[in-house]
């Protein structure tokens, strides 16, 4: 965000007129606790941790300068797209979430990744410590980078990009159009979503296979798209099983999904 859009949003909430020079200040203090907070161990480890990407355009500097309006000599900037990589620890049983590590990337390869998820390992966020579940999409990266620092932690492929997937997938017939077509997508999108639904990690077994077998001749490449990777989206299940056994309960919509963390990106 630029100094000018953040000082428009304090304006607006605080009903007041923020300086551009307090403002940028302000920011370049902030700076100086940021490495300080991602050294510092967590005195509380959150069980769950959600893994997400937003892509930002970052600003830099050319090299070159350039004279304005009112004759001030000004550096040149471009900007460049880059991901801001961050990590959302969830307290399943409270509800309680918030940010537990983040870094700018060059990319969501599996570099950047492994340097978040190393970031989080600094900070105490191990198995050792409590932690029981990562929760992510299916970026390769990611993959890889997880493989690396947290091999011994189950991984939950979200929900919510699978069906996103699905949802890319499907074949509409071509006597529909407009509407028509949009709610034979949704009535197959929502019979789609049944099986992670269900009350156990059998039943969504037996919901996939079934939703399998009866669109798989009318919709192939969703029905493939279903099965890819589909046994990485019921890992919630066990784990939900095991805090179960210790008189813990976690339901289903804090565990399966990033879609929380994808919220948080959007209303920023």
């Known amino acids: 965000m630029s100094l000018r859009w953040i000082k428009?949003?304090?304006d607006a909430r605080l009903k007041s007129s923020v300086g551009l020079r307090t403002l940028n200040e302000r920011v370049r203090q902030m700076a100086q606790l940021v490495g300080p907070w991602r050294q510092r161990r967590l005195k509380e480890v959150p069980p769950v941790v959600r893994?997400?990407?937003?892509?930002?355009?970052?600003?830099?500097?050319?090299?070159?300068?350039?004279?304005?309006?009112?004759?001030?000599?000004?550096?040149?900037?471009?900007?460049?797209?880059?991901?801001i990589l961050v990590a959302q620890g969830v307290w399943p049983t409270s509800g309680r979430q918030?940010?537990?590590?983040?870094?700018?990337?060059?990319?969501?390869?599996?570099?950047?990744?492994?340097?978040?998820?190393?970031?989080?390992?600094?900070?105490?966020?191990?198995?050792?410590?409590?932690?029981?579940?990562?929760?992510?999409?299916?970026a390769a990266g990611l993959e890889q980078a997880r493989r690396t620092v947290y091999w011994d932690v189950p991984f939950q492929r979200c929900v919510f990009h699978k069906l996103r997937n699905i949802w890319?997938?499907?074949?509409v017939p071509d006597y529909l159009e407009g509407e028509a077509a949009r709610a034979y997508k949704r009535r197959f999108i929502r019979s789609a979503a049944r099986i992670w639904y269900a009350a156990d990690e059998q039943e969504a077994r037996r919901r996939q296979s079934r939703f399998c077998s009866e669109w798989e001749e009318v919709q192939p490449a969703a029905v493939a798209t279903t099965r890819r990777d589909f046994e990485a989206t019921l890992a919630f299940y066990?784990?939900?099983?095991?805090?179960?056994?210790?008189?813990?309960?976690?339901?289903?919509?804090?565990?399966?999904?990033?879609?929380?963390?994808?919220?948080?990106?959007?209303?920023?």
Not at 99 to 114: H, K, N, P, R, T
Not at 168 to 171: A, K
Not at 242 to 262: K, M, N, V, Y
Request: hydrophobic residues 40%.
């Open 168 to 171: 890319r997938d499907i074949i």
């Open 51 to 83: 893994l997400d990407g937003i892509w930002v355009t970052l600003m830099t500097e050319t090299g070159e300068r350039k004279t304005d309006r009112l004759g001030r000599e000004r550096a040149v900037k471009q900007g460049q797209k880059v991901p």
């Open 8 to 10: 428009a949003c304090l």
């Open 238 to 268: 066990r784990v939900q099983t095991e805090a179960a056994l210790r008189g813990e309960i976690w339901p289903a919509r804090r565990l399966r999904t990033t879609a929380p963390l994808e919220r948080e990106f959007r209303a920023a």
């Open 98 to 138: 918030e940010v537990v590590a983040w870094m700018l990337g060059s990319a969501e390869d599996e570099e950047s990744w492994e340097a978040l998820l190393t970031q989080m390992w600094t900070r105490g966020i191990t198995p050792q410590r409590g932690l029981r579940l990562l929760v992510g999409d299916g």
